[in-house]
């Protein structure tokens, strides 16, 4: 199983991005997905997350109102729709997707993460 990311780039403050992420692998059932992020010297942090089968998300407090994540079963694709962008949201994101049913706890755990993508840089200017 691949998961591969698209769509980081460079953007202005106040301006937005569309982060995909498509899953490419037979036989896989996916029970939830989540977009994570890091700073260089920084933990890898969940900013969003969400169920493959019910309608679950978690967004993480700075980008609650901002971002908005969404999948595509057909596609076998998820999404994060990044609005309002912020410097500080200048990070690597990365795609994530476990086997294990969703709740909380898990999705913001990345050692709970059973495949990852290779990232993609988002770089947000002042």
């Known amino acids: 199983v691949q998961l591969i990311e698209s769509g980081g780039g460079t953007v202005q403050a106040g301006g937005s991005l569309r982060l995909s992420c498509v899953v490419d692998?037979?036989?896989?059932?996916?029970?939830?997905m989540a977009w994570f992020r890091q700073d260089p010297g920084k933990d890898r942090e969940c900013v969003a997350a969400i169920s493959w089968v019910d309608d679950f998300t978690y967004y993480q407090d700075p980008v609650k109102g901002r971002f908005t994540i969404s999948r595509d079963n057909f596609k076998r694709t998820l999404y994060l729709q990044m609005d309002s962008l912020k410097p500080e949201d200048t990070a690597v994101y990365y795609c994530?997707?476990?086997?294990?049913?969703?709740?909380?706890?898990?999705?913001?755990?990345?050692?709970?993460?059973?495949?990852w993508g290779k990232g993609t840089l988002v770089t947000v200017s002042s």
């Open positions: 692998g037979r036989g896989f059932t996916m029970y939830a």
């Open positions: 994530a997707a476990t086997r294990a049913n969703y709740a909380e706890e898990v999705v913001i755990d990345q050692t709970k993460m059973d495949y």
